[in-house]
């Protein structure tokens, strides 16, 4: 999974069933097989709908024919801070599966950019895969979002305390990867990968994220739930 929490955050009721009757249909005719979906981890149709035209996390090129693919583009964001001469990367330790599941899995703060307009589906539009894509809000923008959404950091609290490694960001895109969430559904995933050192470790306003010891922590935001961790850089998995 990409997200630490992908619960539906609305009922299935509330989505348009005629315009998700047709979406539906328009995966079929792409040589999708949604049967399975729903079930064992796996994401519904449903999910992808409200994913796709509600949350506007990501769009749908070609949809309805056969050179369907889903594009998301996300922030990876490396939180790194000293703790007794040893550099340590912020980590969840605890993840929220679709199906209520709740599994061990090490990861970083990430969230999916939000789409401003559509595409048209021109599935060869050079800007689907632009770390400046217009098409998107910009990952400065996402950035600043996944870290009060996820840790409850406002935007003040990371001018204050964070400091951006501006030669650690990377670009890259991951092309033709078969979605876990969506079985079957081919994805373009375009991430930028940020790194902020947290500065003053000692500062009493860092005490929320773990710090100066590096202890665990636990935060909730609606529908998102995470338990964090600073692990060492050496055995980070990102």
């Known amino acids: 999974t990409l997200s630490l929490h992908d619960a539906l955050p609305i009922s299935s009721t509330k989505l348009n069933p ?5 979406f539906k249909e328009q995966l079929n005719k792409g040589g999708i097989d949604t049967s399975l979906w729903g079930v064992n981890g796996r994401k519904s149709v449903d999910h992808l709908f409200w ?11 070609g949809l309805g024919t056969s050179r369907l693919k889903r594009v998301t583009h996300l922030v990876k964001i490396n939180l790194l801070a000293e703790i007794f001469g040893v ?6 330790r605890l993840q929220f599966q679709y199906d209520g599941q709740i ?4 990861e ?13 589906n021109d599935i060869e539009n050079p800007e689907l ?3 400046t894509s217009s098409f998107t809000e910009s990952w400065r923008t996402g950035v600043a979002n996944a870290l009060h959404d996820r840790l409850g950091l406002s935007l003040q609290w990371q001018l204050t305390h964070l400091e951006e490694d501006v030669h650690a960001y990377h670009f ?29 470790i000692e500062s009493a306003g860092v005490q929320c994220i773990g710090l100066p010891l590096g202890q665990e922590f636990a935060t909730a ?13 050496g055995r980070a998995h990102v």
């Open 51 to 61: 994913e796709t035209f509600e949350q506007r996390g990501c769009i749908i090129a």
């Open 221 to 233: 935001e609606g529908e998102f739930n995470f338990t964090g961790q600073l692990e060492e850089i």
């Open 103 to 106: 599994i061990e899995r090490l």
């Open 172 to 200: 890259k895109i991951e092309d033709d990867v078969e979605s876990d969430g969506y079985p079957g559904l081919n994805t373009m995933y375009c991430i930028h990968q940020i790194s902020f050192n947290v500065v003053e």
């Open 129 to 131: 895969q632009s770390p």
């Open 18 to 22: 005629e315009k998700l009757s047709i």
């Open 87 to 92: 550099t340590h990367v912020l980590q969840s």
């Open 108 to 120: 970083v703060p990430l969230r999916k950019l939000l789409w401003s307009k559509d595409v048209n």
